[in-house]
């Protein structure tokens, strides 16, 4: 098995891997919160779920580090080898673009994990006053990551990523680089939202992206096991 098979076989398994770790991640999250979408406006319901939702958030953030980010950090390493044979420049920038709503995503997330459940167990015991400036720190950190980070940088990123990287697999794979284009079209779409304030049409984008993201992953990696693409060695 030479380097490119191996490396594909690998980026195939965590992309298929990372579907059920992203689903598991939101299945934990939404629990402590009876899954109301009042958490991306109300953060501070999050500080009010006790000890046992904290901890069930602060896995949720982890296993959201491990599904909605991490596990396309080989993908995209392998997806920009494959295409820089044909399209060099654009397949670096998309890339570039890949790797930064990974790390930038990964970053925030894991930020949260660790910040959260130390405020929720200081929520608990404290006074009003109190709960009242826990409160305030909390919404700024998830103001700076939710809404800076994730969904105005790294949903740009994103959106750029998935649209390039559809539009240069949709000559190869048809179905799968339309899917990946939707995707894109849908980080963009939450982008576009958050900067124009517009809470309907960020809620929107980012639904579709929760939902497609994975299972665009999970197909892709099912579909490089089932069919390997051949890629010269030294090409790359």
């Given at each position: ?7 594909q076989r690998f980026a195939a398994i965590v992309a298929i ?220």
């Amino acid at each position: 098995m030479t380097d490119s098979q191996s490396f594909q076989r690998f980026a195939a398994i965590v992309a298929i891997v990372g579907f059920f770790t992203a689903m598991t991640s939101n299945v934990l999250q939404g629990i402590p919160v009876h899954f109301s979408l009042d958490i991306t406006t109300n953060p501070s319901l999050f500080l009010s779920v006790g000890p046992a939702g904290a901890s069930l958030i602060r896995w949720g953030l982890i296993l959201d580090m491990l599904g909605y980010y991490l596990p396309f950090l080989p993908l995209s390493l392998f997806l920009g080898y494959w295409f820089k044979t044909r399209n060099p420049l654009w397949s670096r920038f998309f890339t570039v673009c890949g790797l930064g709503y990974i790390f930038i995503g990964a970053v925030g997330a894991v930020t949260i994990a660790v910040v959260q459940p130390h405020l929720a167990n200081a929520y608990a015991e404290a006074s009003i006053d109190q709960r009242t400036m826990l409160e305030i720190i909390f919404e700024s950190i998830w103001t700076i990551i939710y809404r800076g980070l994730w969904n105005i940088l790294g949903e740009l990123l994103a959106g750029i990523w998935f649209l390039g990287v559809g539009f240069l697999l949709q000559t190869e794979r048809r179905a799968l680089g339309i899917t990946g284009m939707i995707v894109g079209a849908s980080a963009l779409l939450d982008f576009l939202g958050n900067i124009l304030n517009v809470e309907n049409l960020a809620l929107l984008g980012l639904s579709i992206f929760l939902l497609l993201a994975p299972v665009w992953a999970l197909w892709i990696g099912i579909d490089m096991l089932r069919k390997p693409v051949i890629v010269a060695e030294g090409m790359g």
